[in-house]
């Protein structure tokens, strides 16, 4: 069932017979009865249903089918999985027909939710229902701009990483500069100022599944955790052994993975107080790794192999996977789970449950990938790749590469649109948008081709 929950009136945009609370209630009510209608299970018997890795509370199953509160999306769509197919004694997979809807319900709550809280909601109207990336459109269209005319950070000492919300309001880069800033991702400016606390170069950020933390690495051997409504850090520095290259947050929220010279998990059941867990002694990692919804860590290394371990066991899963005459240089877990890409000098695509290649190598227009993500909707594929020597030593060539997965078939590519090496990619969570940083300073936010 469709929540029609925006109309248009004289240029400003009412909730639908209500506000977000209202809206809430009827999206909760759409819960309660796919629940009654997949055998009404108790909330315990719904929490003990979710997947391995991922964790739902008896409270708040209770507050979310009540309509009590938005829980973060991977709450919300595990939730929905587990009661789509509760009465077949398994958990529905991320390519359920119906998981499209319930997505877009969750978007749409989020951007009501979000509307309603903001300070000055006449100068960020609500212009359109559906998606994120037709509203960063027309934002971008009543300035008189093509959406192509994104932010820049060259007094920021290059973009280096880049994140998005869960809900998309907000993109996280990182900067040469020993800085974090935060921009509005439809206005497509600064959201306040820069976050300083880092004493080196920040190579990588990351939102919590709930929106309500930002996680920042640095070459400066630390993580550091932030409060995003209150911009400020919440706990001490989290020590990594060397430069903190990439960071995970696990689906359920209460652990942080920092790949350093070895990967180390931190428990943040608490975030103010965190704790040191788990070292992964993973060797020669040549790539940031992927962390699966069912505690799956995957890591790249040196020599072209890719190596599945059990998350919590820190155990090795089969042998590796050996496919590529370099070095893994980039690694992808489409959403499903389902499949693994693997980049190189090419990018390979496996079978996670076979441990089998399942097509030919996808070749790229650049010599090396150094950038790799499906899109959270799983439909495409895009890689950044680069030329290894490149003729112009200060400006060499980076592309995108873009596929259909139904397929494997290939889109065309727009250009890259950056001056030298581009460090930073990430999607929207509505699929819809890709924001690439670069050392020149850009931050690119555009369409892709079938997104």
């Not at 390519?95 to 978007?107: A, G, K, L, S, V």
């Not at 300035?143 to 880049?162: E, N, Y």
């Not at 190189?344 to 650049?366: A, F, K, N, Y």
């Not at 950038?371 to 959270?376: D, E, Q, V």
Request: proline share 6%; charged share 20%.
């Amino acid at each position: 069932m469709e929540l029609p929950l925006y109309t248009r009136t004289g240029g400003d945009v009412r909730a639908a017979g209500g506000d977000f609370g209202r809206e809430l209630e009827r999206a909760a009510a759409e819960l309660r009865t796919l629940r009654a209608r997949h055998g009404d299970p108790t909330y315990e018997q719904i929490a003990a249903r979710a997947p391995l890795g991922q964790r739902l509370s008896p409270s708040g199953i209770s507050a979310a089918l009540r309509g009590r509160s938005l829980p973060s999306r991977d709450y919300y769509l595990t939730l929905v999985r587990v009661l789509l197919s509760y009465d077949t004694h398994k958990v529905a997979s991320l390519q359920h027909p119906e998981i499209p809807e319930w997505r877009d319900r969750w978007q749409r709550l989020s951007l009501l939710r979000h509307a309603q809280g903001s300070r000055d909601p006449v100068s960020r109207p609500l212009e359109h229902h559906a998606a994120l990336s037709e509203q960063v459109v027309l934002a971008a269209l009543r300035r008189g701009q093509h959406v192509q005319m994104p932010p820049t950070a060259v007094d920021l000492g290059g973009v280096w990483t880049v994140a998005f919300s869960p809900d998309g309001l907000l993109l996280a880069t990182g900067h040469g500069a020993k800085t974090v800033q935060l921009w509005d991702t439809v206005e497509q400016r600064r959201a306040g100022p820069a976050l300083f606390g880092h004493t080196g170069r920040v190579t990588s950020v990351a939102f919590s599944p709930d929106g309500r933390l930002l996680a920042t690495g640095s070459e400066d051997g630390t993580a550091r955790l932030w409060d995003v409504h209150s911009r400020t850090l919440i706990a001490e520095p989290l020590d990594s052994a060397g430069f903190v290259d990439s960071l995970l947050f696990t689906p359920d929220g209460q652990s942080l993975y920092l790949q350093g010279r070895t990967i180390r998990r931190w428990d943040i059941t608490d975030p103010s107080q965190p704790r040191k867990a788990e070292k992964h002694f993973a060797n020669a990692l040549t790539s940031a790794p992927v962390l699966s919804t069912d505690g799956l860590l995957i890591t790249g290394h040196a020599g072209g192999t890719a190596q599945l371990w059990e998350a919590h066991e820190q155990t090795r899963v089969d042998a590796p996977l050996r496919g590529h005459a370099s070095d893994v240089t980039a690694l992808a877990l489409a959403p499903s789970g389902e499949v693994l890409a693997t980049g190189s000098d090419d990018v390979q695509l496996w079978d996670i449950r076979t441990r089998q290649m399942i097509h030919e190598p996808l070749e790229c227009s650049g010599d090396m990938v150094t950038g790799m993500a499906f899109s959270p909707d799983g439909r495409i594929l895009v890689a950044i790749s680069g030329d290894r020597v490149s003729k112009a030593p200060e400006a060499p060539d980076f592309s995108f590469n873009i596929w259909e997965t139904a397929t494997w078939t290939e889109l065309p590519s727009p250009h890259i649109g950056h001056d030298g090496h581009v460090t930073a990619s990430a999607f929207s969570p509505d699929s819809r948008l890709f924001a690439t940083g670069g050392i020149d300073g850009l931050l690119r936010i555009r369409i892709l081709p079938g997104a």
